[in-house]
């Protein structure tokens, strides 16, 4: 195929500001994986059925093939590498590594993006919300329920955390990372 005259782009993944030139039909997914080097974003069907490719743009969870780079100029990018702080994982990467929600892992990355979209909107989902809000991504290892455990235990685990905040706030104590008062 012919090469198409490059475009510049500029975008932040993870905290990190990043300037490329890409062809125009660059999807987000490729250039995530084969430009930026960051393949945890999976591709799973390339049609945007399977969700696998799902990552936080400008806040919003999105298929990124279906997007291309180019429509991404100034966006602001979470990728399942960014979502822990260092050495400690994300809430929802401990719940679903704890309730096991994952058996090859190939959607996970996909799937924990769409559940931490979900819990910044609705801190408590209801089983029915969380199948609603995972219903664009699908597995084909585990069934769907030990993921939707994880989710729910996850949820709980950052209600606590935010109301050990509020509380140590409240009694004019610092709290620490954990929610803990020091
Ligand atoms: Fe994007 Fe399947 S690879 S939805
Ligand atoms: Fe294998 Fe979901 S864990 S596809």
Redesign the pocket.
Known sequence: MEALPKKKVAVKINGVEQTRAVEPRLLL?DFLRDVAGLTGT?????????????VILNGTAV????VLTVQADGADILTIEGLAQGEKLHPLQEAFWECHGLQCGFCTPGMILSAYQLLKRNPQPTEAEIRHALDGNLCRCTGYQHIVDAVRMAAKRMKRKANGKKKAIGSGQKAGPEGRRR
């Open positions: 997914v999976h591709v799973g069907c390339d049609t945007s059925i399977c969700g696998a490719c799902t298929k990124s093939c279906t």
